[in-house]
């Protein structure tokens, strides 16, 4: 199990396997790992210590930027994100992104992205789908209808506390898709990205 991993030249952080979709694209279905991570299964969630011990063994220093991202949703352990960013920030001064579905305030109950203001210096939320139906049909979001509408605003509040947004779509679905997302994110004065 790979807490700290390297992929594709970023400093990754897999904070938990929990998330609250069960996307048709995710690519936990179909491999353990990803970069230097031969698995990045968690059977038991690493506790702040756990993570910053781990980060330690790593030349952090030569990362552009630490990325919380793994096999699951890193809001779904909010408070461990946010202690974890204060101690990055403190220790190793480098900009965090957090990649993330966008749908924590639905998970906690309560708007969540102005807790992200000073810590978090990008977030990168996934889109995927340019309207509600095929949103819910890729994605299945297990709050239902209503999710979409969710990591929108969730989008909206970010731009308010956070210096960079971005939006990103795989490039599985329709090329009509991918530029209707684009549009949405142009309007939303926010970047935009396919991954």
């Known amino acids: 199990m790979s807490i700290v991993y390297d992929y594709c030249g970023g400093l990754y952080i897999n904070l938990t396997n929990r998330c609250p979709c069960r996307c048709e694209f995710c ?101 995927n789908e340019a309207d509600e139906e095929k949103y819910m049909a890729l994605c299945h979001p297990r709050f239902g209808k209503g999710s979409y509408a969710a990591m929108l605003k969730y989008i909206e509040d970010a731009k308010k506390y956070v210096p960079h947004v971005a939006a990103s779509v795989v490039g599985c679905i329709s090329h009509e898709s991918i530029e209707a997302c684009r549009q949405k994110a142009r309007e939303l004065g926010i970047g935009f990205r396919v991954r």
Do not use: Q
Request: with cysteine; glycine share 8%; aromatic share 6%.
């Open 27 to 127: 690519v936990k279905n179909y491999t353990d790992g990803l970069g230097s991570a031969d698995s990045l299964m968690i059977e038991i969630e690493p506790s702040v210590e756990e993570v910053i011990e781990e980060l330690g063994k790593w030349p952090v220093a030569n990362y552009d930027e630490i990325v919380f991202c793994g096999y699951g949703e890193p809001t779904e352990r909010l408070e461990e994100m946010l202690h974890l960013a204060a101690h990055i920030k403190k220790t190793y001064g480098k900009p965090i992104r957090l990649n993330t579905i966008g749908l924590s305030d639905l998970i906690w109950g309560c708007e969540t992205a102005p807790r992200l203001e000073g810590l978090i210096d990008t977030v990168s939320v996934s889109m």
